[in-house]
């Protein structure tokens, strides 16, 4: 059964940073397409980030300059490293992705990230 599974949230103060992981297991294939998600309480989940099979990535303006986008293919796994993080960074961070040679998207479970004034 595929899975993405996230990790590293947690709770830091402003200032900090953070790396979330997105580990895919239960597939010997490969992730093509990546992103981040995020959803603060009593809000929608927003796009913030993400990395598409050829290597673009597109950030929203709020986390540019601050989060990086990255894939490592050898360990199957999508991070976001986070700097400069502000208390408006806090929500439950989502990941997804899609495998080459298949068409679903998969999320995973979510981790929540604090982030203390």
């Known amino acids: 059964q595929v899975q993405l599974m996230e990790s590293g949230g947690g709770l830091v103060q402003a200032g900090g940073s953070l790396r979330l992981s997105c580990t895919a297991s239960?597939?010997?294939?490969?992730?093509?397409?990546g992103g981040w998600y995020r959803q603060a309480p009593g809000k929608e989940r927003d796009m913030i980030a993400t990395i598409s099979s050829g290597g673009r990535i597109y950030y929203t303006d709020s986390v540019k300059d601050r989060f990086t986008i990255s894939r490592d293919g050898a360990k199957n796994t999508v991070y976001l490293q986070m700097n400069s993080l502000k208390p408006e960074d806090t929500a439950v961070y989502y990941c997804n992705a899609n495998f080459f040679g298949l068409s679903r998207i998969y999320w995973g479970q979510g981790t929540q990230v604090t982030v203390s004034s």
């Open positions: 239960g597939t010997g294939l490969q992730i093509a397409a």
